[in-house]
Each structure stands twice: as C-alpha cells, then as structure tokens.
C-alpha cells in the first residue's frame, strides 16, 4: 500500500505544465467525441467494441481458447472495420472540427438584415402552412452546401421575399419538390435534392421532406424547416435533431436566437474558447 502511495505521489510531483496540456487536450477531443456519438447509432456500435475489449481478458482467464482466438483476431482487423462503420460518424466529426476551427464570413453579420430575411421566411413558411403547401426550406450556416447545389439545383440568386419563397413551393410547378437553398440575404438554388437520413429510430410517420431535412442537419449546421403537406406542421431540423409544431413567431425567435448566437460565437478567440472549456470542466467536477 506504501509502495503504491509513494508511486502516486512520485507520478503527480513530476508533471509538468505541457503534462497538463496534453491531459486536456486528450480530455477534450474524447468530449466532443462523445457529444457527437451521443443518441446516435456510433454510441450503441461503440458499446459493442467495449463489451469486445472487456471479454477478451475475460476468455483469456477463463480459458475459453475459441471465444478468445476469435475476438482477439476480431480486434486485429478491427481498425479497418471501425473505419469502414463508422464512416458517416467520421466525417461528420471532421466537418464538425473544420466548421470549428475555420469559421468565416459565411454567417449574416447585420442584424437588421437578418431580421429581414428571418420575417420573409417565417412569413411564408406561416402561409404555406395556412395552405398545407409542403416546403423544404435550407438556411445555410458555416457549412458550404455547394455540392448539394452543383448536383441537382437550379440557381437563382435572389432577394428572399416570401413571396417568391411561397410561389417556389406551388404545386406542380418545376421546383416545388425540392429544398430551397438560402444564404446570407439571397435564395440561392431551389430544386435541391438532400441525403435523406440513415437514422432508423424517427417517427416512420415521418415523410420524406422530414427525413431529407434530418439527414442534411446531421452532415453540416445548417436550419432546415419543413412544412407538412398533409397537416401543415412546421417544424425545424437542426444538428441531427428535428422539432415539430412551431408557430410563426416561435420560429423566427429560435431561429434568430440560433443564428445570433453562432455569430457571436464565432468572433471569440481559441484561448477564449478554451477558459471557457476549462471552466465548464471544472463546474461538472
């Protein structure tokens, strides 16, 4: 018991400041690991690997030489596999710490401009939902959505009023069955065809502007509303998660909510960022 006192205390008289450092740099990026995992498919295939890695040593003890040979050759070619699974989480998680690292001016900086375009939208989405007209409405953030446009859509490039927005959506007419893209003060392209969601756990109620709007919110930070075709139900899709039953002034309060407070985040310093981190951790502790 001495021995194992004195080597703790050994080990915590001889680190040093970049030890610190590392420690919660490490800290950190399994955070945010877990924050993106979480209440997603990755979390129940992460629970798999572990429940892997804590029979291992348990077949091993017990001398279960099958169980073992087969999850320790599982683990050799685990790495690969890991990469091949996880592969929508990996590349969510790497445009999550390029948006992070890298933001820019993609964001509205004026706020009367945004209040601008935030009320033409919410206005026409209010009367579609009026009409039950359905509507697939992007507003794009610090993710650049030009390959969903380049594939599929129809440049427009104009002013947002709602009621091009409004007449965009009418039925049968070219665009109508797409997403509309919006960025900055301008309706960019309409007719966007979006990647419909791999999530198997939403409503099955749910349509497929529902489903398009989820899986554009998982891959990239941009707002997308939806309005119902059958029920005329607003709702609002944002960082994988979707919200149902908005009215008109409770969408334009979130959503110039959200985006005001992605643009003040945006101009804070990394060492801001990181007290502010550090003060997080230290509140849980």
């Given at each position: 018991?001495?021995?194992?006192?004195?080597?703790?205390?050994?080990?915590?008289?001889?680190?040093?400041?970049?030890?610190?450092?590392?420690?919660?740099?490490?800290?950190?990026?399994?955070?945010?690991?877990?924050?993106?995992?979480?209440e997603?498919?990755?979390?129940?295939?992460?629970r798999?690997?572990?429940l892997?890695?804590?029979?291992?040593?348990?077949?091993?003890?017990?001398?279960?030489?099958?169980?073992?040979?087969?999850?320790?050759?599982?683990?050799?070619?685990?790495?690969?596999?890991?990469?091949?699974?996880?592969?929508?989480?990996?590349?969510?998680?790497?445009?999550?710490?390029?948006?992070?690292?890298?933001?820019?001016?993609?964001?509205?900086?004026?706020?009367?401009?945004?209040?601008?375009?935030?009320?033409?939208?919410?206005?026409?989405?209010?009367?579609?939902?009026?009409?039950?007209?359905g509507?697939?409405?992007?507003?794009?953030?610090?993710?650049?959505?030009?390959?969903?446009?380049?594939?599929n859509?129809?440049?427009?490039?104009?002013?947002?009023?709602?009621?091009?927005?409004?007449?965009?959506?009418?039925?049968?007419?070219?665009?109508?069955?797409?997403?509309?893209?919006?960025?900055?003060?301008?309706?960019?392209?309409s007719?966007?065809?979006?990647?419909?969601?791999?999530?198997?756990?939403?409503?099955?109620?749910?349509?497929?502007?529902?489903?398009?709007?989820?899986?554009?919110?998982e891959?990239?930070?941009?707002?997308?509303?939806?309005?119902?075709?059958?029920?005329?139900?607003?709702?609002?899709?944002v960082?994988?998660?979707?919200?149902?039953?908005?009215?008109?002034?409770?969408?334009?309060?979130?959503?110039?909510?959200?985006?005001q407070?992605?643009?003040?985040?945006?101009?804070?310093?990394?060492?801001?960022?990181?007290?502010?981190?550090?003060?997080?951790?230290?509140?849980?502790?």
């Amino acid at each position: 018991m001495l021995d194992i006192l004195n080597m703790i205390i050994h080990s915590i008289s001889n680190i040093s400041l970049w030890s610190v450092v590392d420690i919660l740099v490490v800290s950190y990026i399994f955070y945010k690991a877990y924050m993106l995992m979480r209440e997603t498919r990755a979390e129940q295939l992460f629970r798999g690997i572990l429940l892997i890695f804590a029979l291992i040593p348990i077949s091993y003890i017990l001398k279960l030489d099958m169980l073992y040979f087969i999850l320790s050759k599982t683990i050799t070619i685990g790495v690969l596999s890991i990469i091949i699974i996880f592969q929508p989480e990996i590349r969510r998680a790497l445009e999550h710490i390029g948006r992070s690292a890298f933001d820019d001016v993609h964001l509205i900086e004026d706020d009367k401009i945004l209040e601008r375009v935030i009320t033409e939208v919410t206005n026409a989405v209010e009367n579609l939902s009026e009409t039950k007209t359905g509507a697939l409405i992007v507003i794009e953030q610090s993710t650049r959505l030009g390959e969903v446009i380049s594939n599929n859509g129809t440049i427009l490039d104009a002013k947002v009023t709602s009621g091009l927005l409004e007449n965009i959506f009418v039925v049968n007419t070219p665009l109508h069955d797409g997403a509309t893209i919006i960025r900055n003060d301008r309706i960019l392209a309409s007719g966007c065809v979006l990647p419909l969601t791999n999530n198997t756990s939403i409503n099955k109620k749910l349509g497929t502007r529902h489903r398009a709007a989820l899986g554009l919110s998982e891959n990239s930070d941009a707002l997308i509303i939806v309005v119902s075709e059958e029920t005329g139900t607003i709702s609002l899709a944002v960082n994988g998660r979707l919200t149902r039953n908005f009215d008109k002034d409770k969408l334009k309060n979130i959503l110039i909510k959200i985006m005001q407070k992605r643009r003040e985040k945006k101009v804070k310093s990394v060492e801001e960022r990181v007290k502010t981190w550090i003060k997080t951790v230290r509140r849980k502790v």
